[in-house]
């Protein structure tokens, strides 16, 4: 009886020149032809990917961004305007890297983002917003834990870790993601004047981001914190990576309002002394006052639009704590209606909330604090009785009355 000669089903090799072949149920592969077939699925299913990244990337128009933010923030329309025009631009680059016009390529340079504001004004919720709309990588990253490489701290590429961790660790992916990093004014340089002792959580820290901002391939940990030699690393090019740095840059109104007089003077001046809003100073800022701040040039450089966030007035405040999609008081009717309490407010209510949050100056987190304050009692109590009642306005009186037994200084600084 002859002896059955086992080749590959694929390509006909016998069992003597394929190193491996792989049995079936009544077939058998080689390791050459299974090496081919992957590289075909993989070059298919990366195709795929692309072009469903490009059908989901050119329905965001600017004016649906926007009109999406405006559901859940109030105001600040020149800065939402500027975001949404900014990541839909970033979808536009990634989807067209290099656009054909007239028959050349146009590479278009990507626009990171510098957004100046007081606390509470926004800044991390417009990111949030943006986080939920958006189809690629999102993460909010925190500047104060970064230091220079070498010291205890974070290194800077930990910030593209958080990207990876988002994006299910799919490289390809993660560089086309957005980045959102918090607090940057807690890296402003420490002074002008040379140190003998090194920056090494300030001017160190900006000089370690200048290579994400325009873009490079940086080894990253794919679990964050230090690098060490002995860890695995992830390549990631920071190319097509949109960067978004926010901060309140705490006393920088000062230094606008010194330009400002010093440029008052002679045919020079760029903005009329008797023009000047003193209350909203922000609105004036340009990129030599970020270098007045701290922020070295080079990054200012990296970061070419800058924009601001208003601070907030009453009227402003009183808009925030009814009328977007989660506002405060929807969140506490919401609550009270899991255990069958409709919950109402009195309008003056209101106004006293506004007021002791313009009083410390904490903008809208404030609010959060002031009717923690006022209901806290009233959601200890309420899911204990045996009989609660079906409906319960909170009043002028009733709410005046828990805010004297409550230390708010304390409370805030908390």
């Known amino acids: 009886m002859a002896k059955t000669i086992i080749t590959c089903s694929f390509c006909g090799r016998d069992k003597r020149s394929a190193k491996m072949l792989i049995a079936g149920q009544s077939a058998h592969i080689c390791e050459v032809c299974v090496s081919e077939a992957y590289k075909i699925v993989s070059a298919e299913s990366e195709q795929s990917q692309k072009e469903t990244a490009k059908q989901t990337l050119t329905m965001l128009k600017p004016d649906a961004i926007k009109k999406y933010m405006d559901e859940y923030i109030i105001g600040q329309d020149q800065a939402k305007k500027v975001m949404s025009v900014a990541v839909y631009n970033h979808f536009k680059r990634i989807s067209n890297p290099n656009h054909v016009i007239e028959k050349e390529e146009i590479e278009i340079e990507k626009s990171n983002i510098i957004l100046v504001g007081e606390t509470g004004t926004g800044k991390t919720l417009m990111a949030r917003t943006i986080a939920k709309l958006l189809n690629v990588p999102f993460c909010i990253a925190d ?35 957005i980045v959102f990093i918090d607090e940057m004014d807690k890296i402003a340089r420490k002074g002008d004047n040379a140190s003998i002792t090194r920056d090494v959580s300030g001017e160190g820290v900006q000089q370690g981001l200048l290579k994400l901002l325009e873009g490079s391939i940086v080894n990253v940990p794919p679990q964050g914190g230090r690098k060490h030699p002995e860890q695995k690393m992830i390549q990631v090019n920071t190319k097509n990576i949109l960067f978004i740095c926010g901060g309140a840059f705490d006393g920088i109104e000062k230094i606008i309002a010194r330009r400002l007089n010093t440029q008052a003077i ?144 304390s409370l805030m600084a908390a």
């Not at 009453?314 to 009717?333: G, M």
């Not at 609010?367 to 045996?386: F, H, N, T, W």
């Open 143 to 177: 500047a104060t834990v970064l230091t220079e490489a070498g010291y205890v701290g974070e290194d800077v590429e930990s910030v593209l870790s958080r990207l990876l961790q988002a994006a299910n660790f799919d490289v390809p992916s993660t560089e086309r993601g």
């Open 266 to 409: 002679g045919f020079t001046s760029s903005v009329n002394a008797g023009e000047v809003d003193r209350g909203n100073m922000l609105q004036y800022i340009l990129p030599q006052d970020l270098k007045t701040f701290g922020l070295i040039p080079e990054l200012i450089g990296r970061l070419p639009i800058t924009t601001y966030m208003s601070s907030l007035d009453a009227k402003t405040l009183r808009r925030i704590l009814t009328e977007p999609k989660n506002a405060l008081v929807k969140q506490y009717q919401s609550l009270f209606k899991m255990d069958e309490i409709d919950l109402e407010f009195d309008e003056a209510v209101y106004d006293l909330i506004v007021g002791k949050a313009l009083e410390y100056k904490l903008g809208a987190r404030g609010l959060r604090g002031i009717c923690e304050a006022i209901m806290l009692d009233l959601m200890y109590e309420v899911p204990s009785q045996k009989n609660p009642p079906k409906t319960f306005t909170v009043t002028l009186d009733y709410a005046m009355q828990k805010l004297s037994k409550v230390n708010l200084g």
